[in-house]
């Protein structure tokens, strides 16, 4: 999906040193979360801006040429702070400079299939995507009863609209995945369904990605200032009235009103760098050395993922 912003002026006033160029924008269109991009690509960002279906991994390799306007690299790419540190591993210079989204997920299960508790997923089909956030989700939820993913039989199903489908017809016995796809799954349980909220386990941090060489580039700096902070504005608009950005993810992921709304209060857009985001990396990062068989990185080398100097620029700009 395209979306564009011709003005240099957005409507709070002018963007001190804005440069009219756009900006190149990469994230899963398929998401909630992105619902704050969208917007501000659309609404708030004065150079204008391209939003692409992708991901971090966009940053370095070429968005495909048969998508219009999108040759060469990602300048900024949206994931869960899990691809953030996978990518690292072998791509070292990329850089969290903003977490747009905060998700709370929560595992779904049939009642029928003997599940009242997390220690009853011992032994069950579990429909998730392992290598993802919500992996990580399911991993700590199975931790809490002392259990691990060699204590459950994790099945992918493909395309996630599916997952909903597949407990209805007992092929697995609960669903660990984000939204709308777990409110999706629930409804097809009615009075058979079991909920086990991620709340104090897990909450995903979906955030915005560049690489240290886009910061070094001055004129890409100033649009990523710009940008991060019409993302500011964006998250406080969406936090006053969220139906604009309801209605534009609706259209661009392909999901309902009824699905977006449904699941809107399980999102949080703080727009801003979390305190503990660094903390959470850290644990994470455990998890995903012991997956890849890899000594885990230390807190300090964690750190350098984060750089809060875009963040605090954007928040510099005045506003008349």
Known sequence: MLIASSACVPR??????????PLKVSGSTATLE?????????????????????????????????????????????????????YSVGNPDIRIILTITEGRYRIIARRSAGIARIA?????????????????FLARMLAQDGMTFADITPVRISPLE??????????????????????????????????????????????LNTTAANLADPAKRRRMVAFVRALIETAAQIRRDPAGAQALVAATAGFTADEVGRSWATLAFPAALPAD??????????????????????????????????YAEALAIGWP
């Open 162 to 207: 599916g997952m909903g489908a597949a407990l209805e017809r007992r092929e697995v016995d609960a669903v660990a995945i984000w939204e709308p796809h777990a409110d999706n799954a629930a409804r097809v349980l009615g009075n058979d369904l079991v909920i086990f909220a991620g709340d104090g386990a897990y909450r995903e941090m979906f955030n």
């Open 277 to 310: 985001l660094l903390d959470i990396l850290v644990e994470e990062e455990r998890w995903l050395a012991a997956q890849d068989r890899r000594a885990p990185r230390s807190r300090e080398v964690l750190s350098h993922l984060i750089d809060t100097s875009i």
């Open 120 to 136: 009853d997923l011992k032994g069950k089909r579990i429909a998730t995507l392992a290598t993802t956030s919500a992996g990580y």
């Open 34 to 86: 992105i619902a704050p991009v969208l917007l501000a690509a659309r609404d708030h960002y004065p150079a204008g801006a391209v939003v692409t279906n992708g991901g971090i991994a966009n940053l370095m390799s070429a968005i495909p040429a048969r998508q219009p306007r999108t040759d060469g690299l990602a300048d900024v790419a949206t994931h869960a702070e899990t691809q953030a540190l996978r």
């Open 12 to 21: 709070g006033g002018p963007v001190p040193g804005c440069v009219p160029a």
